[in-house]
């Protein structure tokens, strides 16, 4: 497809554990590895990522196994990019694995921005075999609920849905996602999560779903107030062992898209009483 860095899988009889690669590691297992082989092939697409996105520094690839809430197996692999390489994961043979693969932009202004997204689940892993997986990173889908207008000193709330970005088949406690609500008199285009005034805590399952109860906009009046939503990939399954973690962020509305999530914000309506006594 057009736009989209690809990642594709190639048949390879040679395996090798991607935990003694550069930027690659295991980083949890209960399971035997070695029996199987999951065959990464990172290369650069003909064509350059859809404007008005940037491109990517680095893509990193996730492989995990769940049974039940329990993580059984996580590897990670990182590549620069753009770049042509195979990168093998040496994984137990066994059924139920998903992989996410997200690209990003490596270390800007401390932060490590989400620009793509894609995930297959029910992934197998064959003895003595490698399966050949094929992603095409796409621009993330969610989806959001605020209302138009609400009265200046009033309470509201705020819908956020982000599908199946990062999501589990499973009741995946390890999947944590915190989120950050900023509101504002203007609109800022950049990534960041300053100045947040509300977050919500962590957040699971196949759909995030997040509200911001008892939110009151008193500051501005006559006026809109904008939203921007830092959504933080916080849990260790994310991250290398040197990584800091919240840094892994997407931020909604997105820095290279134009796009708002604003209010309007009325002045509430009053009246004069008038008593007459004769």
Not at 11 to 36: D, P, W
Not at 74 to 99: E, F, R
Not at 166 to 175: E, F, G, I, N, P
Request: proline share 4%; with cysteine.
């Amino acid at each position: 497809m057009k736009n989209h860095l690809l990642i594709m899988g190639i048949a390879v009889v040679v395996l090798f554990a991607a935990c003694g690669e550069s930027n690659n590691s295991i980083t949890k297992s209960e399971e035997q590895a070695g029996e199987g082989g999951v065959a990464f092939t990172f290369k650069s697409s003909q064509f350059k990522a859809a404007e008005p996105y940037p491109e990517p520094t680095n893509v990193r690839v996730f492989v995990r196994r769940y049974e039940g809430s329990n993580l059984k197996f996580n590897a990670l692999v990182d590549v620069n990019v753009p770049t042509d390489t195979t990168v093998i994961v040496s994984v137990p043979a066994n059924t139920g694995y998903q992989i996410d693969a997200i690209s990003y932009i490596a270390d800007l202004y401390n932060f490590k921005p989400i620009l793509k997204f894609d995930q297959v689940t029910g992934v197998s892993v064959v003895p003595d075999s490698i399966n050949n997986i094929a992603l095409t990173l796409e621009p993330i889908t969610a989806t959001f609920t605020v209302p138009d207008t609400v009265e200046k000193g009033d309470n509201f709330s705020i819908g956020a849905n982000f599908g199946n970005f990062m999501s589990s088949s499973t009741a995946d406690y390890q999947t944590k996602i915190l989120s950050y609500l900023r509101v504002d008199s203007t609109y800022t285009q950049g990534v960041t999560n300053a100045n947040s005034d509300y977050y919500d805590g962590y957040s699971y399952g196949n759909e995030v779903n997040l509200l911001w109860d008892n939110v009151s906009v008193t500051e501005f009046e006559g006026s809109y107030a904008y939203y921007q939503i830092v959504h933080k990939l916080s849990a260790d399954v994310f991250y290398r062992s040197d990584e800091s973690n919240f840094s892994f962020i997407y931020n909604y509305p997105n820095p290279y898209v134009d796009d708002t999530l604003k209010t309007f914000i009325k002045i509430p309506e009053g009246g004069i009483g008038v008593t007459v006594t004769y």
